[in-house]
């Protein structure tokens, strides 16, 4: 039986459920094991890190979409936009008390993995998508190219937004963001566990096409 796939926009008030949605899909995710380490309690402390992820973008009013299968959320986009707000004192608060819980050693190494990051894949105005995730159980089904098509659209709908950035941290995803047009801008390995790849698509970007070399860092 054909189950409708939908696309839908998150408020504020509906953060909760992005972060069901993607500690569920990142839950086995390079970054979140290396930050989180092997502290007790990985569930719970893997959701209050999401939190603040989903929080960083909600606090500011950034793009947030659900891909809702048989109107239920089993995906999640969250993206930053070309220029970003500052972080409201309530925030700022939320961000000390969850580095304050997780502890120091882990905000130690996410400070190390944000250093080696190239986040600003391009010196031009752009959306960076920060998160992108779909629920373990759905994983296969080609939600996670709806959810990227999604962010595309939103994208190239704003006229002063020069393309999409994003970054991975498996090297597997790398053929399927060069099929949607991405490149990689820059390649850092953070520890001897972890790496990371920035990649960057230009506004307009048609899937399986090569569009030239990537822009400089």
Known sequence: MFERVTIVPLDFDQRALA?????????????MRWVLGD???YESRLARLVGLFVANRAWRG???FALELAG??????TMTRPVSPDAP???????????AELGAEARARYDAFAAASAFTATSDLHHHVN???VRRAHHGAGHARTLLDAAHVFADADPDSRGVSLSTELARNLSL?????YRVTSHARVSDALETWTLFRPRGTRPGR????????
Do not use: C, K, Q, S
């Open 89 to 99: 004192p309530g925030l700022v608060a939320l961000r000390e008390d969850t580095w």
């Open 72 to 77: 239920r959320a089993v995906g999640v986009v």
């Open 19 to 31: 972060v069901a949605v993607l500690a569920d899909a990142f839950h086995d995710y390079p970054v």
């Open 210 to 217: 090569r569009n030239g070399p990537p822009p400089a860092d």
């Open 62 to 64: 950034e793009p947030m």
């Open 177 to 181: 963001y060069e099929h949607f047009g």
């Open 39 to 41: 502290a007790p309690g």
């Open 131 to 133: 998160m992108l995730g």
